[in-house]
């Protein structure tokens, strides 16, 4: 049986759908005091397969509400969006390694389970899970859907060096080269960037990322990329978290077209990770 979280209805269906599994019917609302509330209504049969990202505060504490129903029965869960994964390190003192403390606050009701991420920010994060945890990759799919397009010339590039592993293998997998952003502070305020090597004017460009947040850093190479001649920029990107005017920016900048998954549901979210969701967590 498969159960999905708030955040993740869509995608829990399109699994169940590909898995020819039951979906189990769940309520989930607020209290009049604002605290959450969840309930599954239906009769649970095992094995059991949660999915439900954390987007927000709201959402990872329905998570452990789910959890807690579910608890010392046969499960495996998956957060296809781990929220919080960027704060996997104490930059400045007195702060907490927020990641770690999520991670650990699932531990209890995992013993023994199994538990699946998608594209995790941090992969360092695994290592605080209990359980047997495994981070899955999405850029196999995206590549496929940057594929269909109708591409001139193609280059693959990343936005900084600490997203360079996940351009080659979609430049692999596409079969076109592939590149990264170079930053360069001039000043406190002033940042430049170009890149590194393959030149891009007349050629069609794909910015590909973990994840797109604010936009600011995506708009920015847009901008550049566009003055320096390049046909088309299109971003591929696993989770659309889009926060704020981040699609305004980016469109503003001269985006093509966003390409996302549906870790997140958004109106880009036109790639779904339902398959590798659905091979990764069959049992024998």
């Known amino acids: 049986m498969i159960i999905g979280g708030p955040s993740s209805q869509l995608l829990a269906g399109r699994v169940a759908a590909l898995r020819g599994e039951e979906l189990a019917i769940c309520d989930f609302r607020n209290f009049p005091d604002g605290e959450a509330y969840a309930q599954i209504q239906s009769e ?19 998570l452990l509400q789910l959890l807690d129903v579910l608890r010392g029965r046969r499960l495996s869960l998956v957060i296809p969006y781990f929220g919080y994964a960027r704060q996997d390190k104490v930059f400045q003192p007195g702060e907490p390694m927020t990641a770690r403390a999520l991670a650990t606050a699932l531990n209890p009701f995992l013993q023994g389970d ?4 998608i594209n995790i920010h941090a992969p360092t994060i695994l290592g605080h899970f209990s359980c047997q ?13 940057i594929k269909s397009l109708d ?7 990343s936005p900084d060096k600490g997203a360079v592993t996940m351009a080659s293998r979609a430049a692999s997998l596409v079969g076109c080269p592939f590149d990264h952003l170079e930053k360069t502070r001039h000043s406190g305020t002033e940042v ?32 550049l990329l566009r003055r320096q001649g390049a046909r088309r920029v299109y971003l591929a990107a696993v989770h659309a978290v889009l926060t704020g005017s981040a699609i305004l920016k ?6 093509e077209a966003i390409i996302a998954t549906d870790t997140l549901d958004r109106g880009v979210s036109s790639v779904s990770v339902a398959p590798l969701i659905a091979d990764a967590t069959r049992r024998d």
């Open 44 to 62: 649970l049969a095992e094995p059991l397969l949660l999915i439900q990202s954390t987007p927000t505060d709201r959402d990872f504490i329905y």
């Open 151 to 157: 591409l001139a010339d193609p280059v693959i590039i």
């Open 114 to 117: 199994r538990a699946f991420t």
């Open 133 to 145: 945890a495994q981070n899955l990759d999405a850029t196999p799919l995206l590549a496929e859907r």
């Open 250 to 255: 980016l469109c503003r900048a001269g985006v």
């Open 192 to 223: 430049s960037m170009a890149p590194r090597e393959i030149a891009v004017k007349g050629r069609d460009i794909v910015i590909t990322d973990d994840m797109i947040a604010t936009g600011g850093t995506m708009a920015t190479a847009i901008s």
